[in-house]
């Protein structure tokens, strides 16, 4: 009987560390060529499968698969693109039937966070719906954090040191300046939901680097009097002092503090960041001279400086996710298992996918300092190991030698698909 | 006859590296204990020496001092604060005269850009004008790039860096997301005269790795349509582009294009950054998704990903200006002259201060691309030897290892002073 080829695909945001699970998917798959066929990879995520728009993953050598590792981004396209239920949408779940045939797959790995583990799920379920044989292994990757069961998510880690690593830098210069020009520095970082990239810059602080940081979460609501006071405290203290503001943060009145009804000269919206808000009420509140700034892609996609705990973790997701559908699973999502925090020590485990999807696991409040502005030493605990160990990319004059596939394209089989 | 004391103090915005040009004076100065007494730094810059806050640098260890090759900012603290000429306020120069005297102060060193080289220049004429011996000898530093005569200024070579990799891989990102998302990714530089830092931003492409990225400097006056056209051209031709913006572009009213008159919903004034009214433009002109960035002080304090031969040239710098001051050179300034592009090599000049006062060092027209969007090949081959090699930090649980000095005051010997 003909080995079953496998369907890999990159879902959502990407990360700085979203390819080395895709390494670790395909050089596990490459290591078991006597149990399972070829690793096609869809062209901008599930669009690919939709589209029957694969990639023969064979046309790229072991040198350019291994430098996925320490590439950051999508190799092979991401896309943000929600299949809807079964029931809601027959049409595309027969497709995929339709390009899972036509080219023999007989595995679906699907590296994403939330969303994308209910698609997985969703795929998982064509064996008993709709009578397709196909088992569907998640690997889990978010910036966000917010998985459940994994201790942590993939791409996570490398952000967090990205944050804290640039917020220990940006308050060494305003340290520097905070004399006679600059008090406050304002970092604008990601994370709409949940506080878990902006608890990252609490990190640059340490016992033998304290640096008067004040994080604005998205769990907290917004309180400006507080706010400007706690400011206030640590200028008069320490005669600086960085803001680490999650784009996500509220007000007292549940709207976005970064939509503050900006109108250009005719009138039109603008939208701004949430960085410049606060430096307008640092400025109206307490008259200080204040810079800001907002990392976006540059947090997430700083493979430069990433994390080398999360660069291995996210490999060892990938590697376990073909681990597991040889060992017959499906349904499920490899996760990171926390075993001690002081040496860190985790291991490989396994979530099932129907307790996964649709759960976001939320910051405790225990992570959260009592006045809102920090974070506790239990938070510090779990973070600290996430950031351990740096893990650089090779360099070819002065710059990231990042590798692109060369991607080649699958023969099609079958006739057009509209998406 | 007892060794003369010297005075070293930082001045202006921070660098990446300033702090490696403060360890070649100091170190330099160590070597030399039989020609030069005690190096006393200037808390906060010439404020220290105007209030007689003076720092002993030998309460600091050889360790310590080594450390700050390693470390961003400024570590004896800088200032923004320009003498005015000896005519206007003789009393701030009979004041320094009075704090040199009481600490046996012989040599002057100066670390900063152009605006600090006109205090050298001036401290460098006391000898002269009021009759106390001094030599003063002005340390190269600007992220700008802008001093003339050296063929580029310590500080910039990390920032080129900075914004070459941040450009690369955010590009990569949204390379990977544009075929359901972003299309177009904004980032914001510093550089409010001159682009050289935008420019560093073309280097993210190169021969070998192809990416579509639309400068935009201040020498250019901004054309909306034809920058739209431009855009709208490379997100057809590749899917996606970076943007990368100059803080300084100004729009054919010669008007800061940050300055849009923005008013938030009391009617205040609110000033944004330049890379939110670019992305509006982009939203109106071609309702293209985007993301945007600002890096400001991130820039500049990322010592984590610093050019190599940025710290070398900043602590050559340094060193030298104590070597021309014991050779009894007065009001100079040590430069980088470059002997030849490919391979690179440099060598330690020597600029008299009259002729770098004051003189603004403009980015060559011939290294602005036809289209006004890109670098020229001549600018890149400037450019490229700047951002080579990488000198990494040592790093202590997952974050850079940053020396923060003891400073230790040195008993004053005087009545108080205003500034």
Known sequence: MALKNAFYAQSGGVTAVINASAAGVI???????????????????????????????????????????????????????????????????????????????????????????????????ISDTLGYPIQAVHVPKTVDNDLPITDCCPGFGSVAKYIAVSTREASFDVASMCKTSTKVFILEVMGRHAGWIAAAGGLASSKDCEIPIVILFPEVSFDKAKFLAKVDDCVKKFGYCSVVVSEGVKGEDDKFLADQGLRDAFGHAQLGGVAPVVAGIIKDGLGLKYHWGVADYLQRAARHIASKTDVEQAYAMGQAAVEYALAG???????????????????????????????????????????????????????????????????????????????????????????
Chains 1, 2 share one sequence.
């Not at 693109?81 to 899972?100: A, D, H």
């Not at 600290?384 to 002065?398: R, S, T």
């Open 27 to 125: 050089e596990a798959a490459r290591r078991n060529k006597d149990k399972i066929g070829k690793v096609y990879a869809g062209r901008n995520g599930i669009i690919g499968a939709l589209t029957e728009d694969l990639i023969d993953t064979d046309g790229d050598s072991a040198e350019a698969i291994a430098a996925l590792r320490h590439t950051p981004s999508g190799g092979f396209g991401s896309c943000r693109y929600k299949l809807k239920g079964i029931e809601q949408n027959r049409r595309e779940y027969e497709r995929l039937i339709e390009v899972f045939k036509a080219h023999d797959i007989g595995y679906f790995f699907y590296n994403g966070g939330g969303d994308s583990a209910d698609t997985c799920l969703k795929i998982s379920q």
């Open 329 to 419: 699973h499906n349904a499920v999502m490899p996760t990171i298992d926390r075993e001690s925090n002081s040496p860190y020590r985790w291991k490989v485990g396994m979530a099932q996918l129907a307790d996964v999807a649709n759960v976001e696991k939320m910051m405790p409040a225990e992570y959260i300092s009592e006045d809102g502005f920090g974070i506790t030493e239990a938070c510090r605990e779990y973070l600290a190991p996430l950031i351990e160990g740096e893990d650089y990319p090779p360099y070819k004059d002065g710059l990231p030698d990042y590798v692109r596939l060369k991607n080649v394209a699958v023969n099609k089989k079958l006739s057009g698909f509209e998406v």
